[in-house]
C-alpha cells in the first residue's frame, strides 16, 4: 500500500486508507452534515451567486501539498454551501423532491465504504443478488405481475436516473424489432409519448438514432386532465401505418411532470398489444405512492407493460441516485446491451447460471446501490413508508385548501398526489398579463430566499408548482410559504 507519509505543518499527513484515521475523519465529516441539516432553514432556499462566483474564490491549481480537513470544511461553509441550492430543506417545493433520509444516508455510506464495482456477478455476488431481492420486494410492494420479478422472464435492476431506464429499454425495443425487419428499416421506426411526457423521451430518441420527425408526442387536453387519449393514439398509429412506418414504442406516465397527470395505462396497453408496440410506463416520481393501497389503482394495467421505472430517490426516502427498472422479459435487453470481452469471462457468467447487471445498462461499472434501499426499506418499513407519502399528500391537500379560499387564485389542474399547480389571477382577463404577473410572482418568492418553486405552462397558461415531498417538511412550512405568496401577490397587485 502506498504511504503519503510527506508532511505538511497543518496538514493531516493523511494515508491512502487507514482505519483509525477513517474512524477519526468520519466523525468529524459527520458532525458536519449533521450540523448542516441542524441549521438547513437557515440557508436562502435557492442560491443567490452570480454565475462565475466560485471562479473568484477558489485557487487557479490544486494544492502541491496536503491541507487539513478544517480547512477544507472551512471552505465548504464559505464558499461551496452559498452556492448551492438547499434539494433537502424543507421549504423546498420545485421540481419534484430529491429525498434524503437517516437510513438512505448510512446505506450510502455502507456503499462507499465498501466501494466494489459489481457488473457481474463474479465481481460481487452479494451486491448482484441483494439487488434482485429488493427489487422483488419493492414490486410485491407495487404489486407489479410476476413477470417482472426476478424468479420469472424478467427483472429488475436499478439504473442511475429514469432518463437511463427508459434509455435502455427503448434500445431494446429498437433492436428486437431491427432483427425481425433488418436495420435498414431504422427510418421507418416511430415512437409515441404525449406533450406532457418527460424530455427524457426526446434525449432517448435522439441517442436512439430515431428520426426526429417519427416522435410523435400527442396533443392533450383540459377535459382529459392532460392524459394521454387512447383515441389520440389509434389515430396515429393508423396513420403511420398507412404510411408505411412502424410503431416501435410508446411511453406512458404516471404522474406528468408538469401537473401529475395519470395516463390511462389499461387502455394505452390493449393498443400497443394490439400493434407490437413496446409499452413502457414511466412512473418516476408517482411510483412511490402506489406502495399505498388507496393510490395503487394509478398502476391499474401495468400489467400490459413491457418495462415500469420509478425512482426511490424521489419521494422514497433513497438517497441520489436510484431508480428501480423492471422489464417483463430481460431476453431483449440483454441481447441489446451485452458484450463479452476475453477479461471478463468467468464460469458463472459462461454458464448462464446468473445475471451480469453489466448487460441491463449502458457503463460497465456500478455501484452497490441497492444497500441503500435494502436500509431504506429494513430500517423505515412499509408501515412507516406509507405514512410518510401521506403525510406529504395531506401537507398538499391543505396548501390547496388555502389557494382554494383565496379568490385571487386559481387552482389550474387536478390535483392527484403532493403537487398543486395554481396560478395568480389578475383584475384584466388578459392571458399575457397573467402570465406576466405569475412569473413576477415566482421571481419575488424565490428571490426573497424563503422557498423555492418551479414553474410549467398548461394550455398555454405560465402555471406554479408547488410540491410536497422534502423530508423536513411539516405543517408550518406549508403554513409559511402561503403567507408568502400572499403577501407577495398583494404587493404585485397594488403596483398593477
Known sequence: ??????????????????????????????????????????????????????????????????????????????????????????????????????????????????????????TSPAATELEMIVLDWLANLLKLPNDFLSKGPGGGAIQGTASEA????????????????????????????????????????????????????????????????????????????????????????????????????????????????????????????????????????????????????????????CSALWIKDRSPLIQSLSTNPEYLKNKASQGSTVIDYKDWQIPLGRRFRSLKLWMVLRLYGVENLQSYIRNHIKLAQQFEDFVAQDTRFEIAATRTFSLVCFRLLPANKNEEYANKLNRDLLDSVNSSGKIFISHTVLSGKYVLRFVVGAPLTEERHIIAAWILFQEAASSLLENA
Open 1 to 122: 500500500m502506498y504511504n503519503f507519509q510527506k508532511k505538511r505543518e497543518n496538514g493531516l499527513n493523511l494515508k491512502a486508507m487507514d482505519a483509525d484515521q477513517l474512524r477519526e475523519n468520519a466523525h468529524k465529516m459527520v458532525d458536519f452534515i449533521a450540523d448542516y441539516y441542524k441549521n438547513i432553514e437557515n440557508f436562502p432556499v435557492l442560491s443567490q451567486v452570480e454565475p462565475g462566483y466560485l471562479q473568484k474564490l477558489l485557487p487557479d491549481s490544486a494544492p502541491m501539498q496536503p491541507e487539513s480537513l478544517q480547512a477544507v470544511l472551512q471552505d465548504v461553509k464559505t464558499k461551496i454551501l452559498p452556492g448551492v441550492t438547499h434539494w433537502q430543506s424543507p421549504d423546498y417545493f420545485a421540481y419534484f423532491p430529491s429525498n434524503s433520509s437517516v437510513a438512505g444516508f448510512l446505506g450510502e455510506m455502507l456503499s462507499a465504504g465498501i466501494n466494489m464495482v459489481g457488473f457481474s456477478w463474479i
Open 166 to 321: 427508459l434509455l435502455v429499454v427503448l434500445l431494446a425495443a429498437r433492436d428486437k424489432v431491427l432483427r425481425e425487419v433488418g436495420k435498414d428499416a431504422l427510418g421507418k421506426l416511430v415512437v409515441y409519448g404525449s406533450d406532457q411526457t418527460h424530455s427524457s423521451l426526446q434525449k432517448a430518441c435522439q441517442i436512439a438514432g430515431i428520426h426526429p420527425e417519427n416522435l410523435r408526442l400527442l396533443r392533450t387536453e383540459t377535459c382529459n386532465e392532460y392524459a394521454l387519449s387512447p383515441e389520440s393514439l389509434t389515430d396515429a398509429i393508423s396513420h403511420d401505418v398507412a404510411s408505411g412506418l412502424i410503431p416501435l414504442f410508446l411511453c406512458a406516465t404516471v404522474g406528468t411532470t408538469s401537473s401529475t397527470a395519470v395516463d390511462p395505462l389499461l387502455a394505452l396497453g390493449k393498443i400497443t398489444k394490439k400493434y407490437g408496440i413496446w409499452f413502457h410506463v414511466d412512473a418516476a416520481y408517482a411510483g412511490s405512492a402506489c406502495i399505498c393501497p388507496e393510490y395503487r389503482h394509478h398502476l391499474n394495467g401495468i400489467e400490459e407493460a413491457d418495462s415500469f421505472n420509478m425512482n426511490c430517490h424521489k419521494w422514497f426516502l433513497t438517497n441520489f441516485d
